[in-house]
Nanobody, 123 residues
Framework: VQLQASGGGLVQAGGSLRLSCAAS????????MGWFRQAPGKEREFVAA????????YHADSVEGRFTISRDNAKNTVYLQMNSLKPEDTAVYYC?????????????????WGQGTEVTVSS
């Protein structure tokens, strides 16, 4: 599976962005997907995950109620809708794919990673 993340950019606090992650490979529809982020000087952290069918989703406490993960298996794409953005959301966002169908919050459960897309939120 190859992953290509896009949609990052510069936005003011309170604004919105939608990240997309396009996947190639026949196993996308059976793979759980996740979004992680890494801010400057910090470790990579979990943001959101979704099961193969989209029936189960998980969001980090820090983004709960503001971010929403979703997927379209017909388009081999997973999305991260980010609303009410805060300066502390500034980071490089990575999408990842897991061979297993069940969503996981652990980055070591993921087998494939995209190149990242940068999100900057100004105050």
């Amino acid at each position: 599976v190859q992953l290509q993340a896009s949609g990052g950019g510069l936005v003011q606090a309170g604004g919105s962005l939608r990240l997309s992650c396009a996947a190639s490979g026949r196993t996308f529809s059976s793979s759980a997907m996740g979004w992680f982020r890494q801010a400057p000087g910090k470790e990579r952290e979990f943001v959101a995950a979704i099961s193969w069918s989209g029936g189960s989703t998980y969001h980090a406490d820090s983004v709960e109620g503001r971010f929403t993960i979703s997927r379209d298996n017909a388009k081999n794409t997973v999305y991260l809708q980010m609303n009410s953005l805060k300066p502390e959301d500034t980071a490089v966002y990575y999408c990842a794919a897991c061979r297993a169908p069940i969503a996981s919050k652990g980055q070591y459960e993921y087998d494939y990673w995209g190149q990242g897309t940068e999100v900057t939120v100004s105050s």
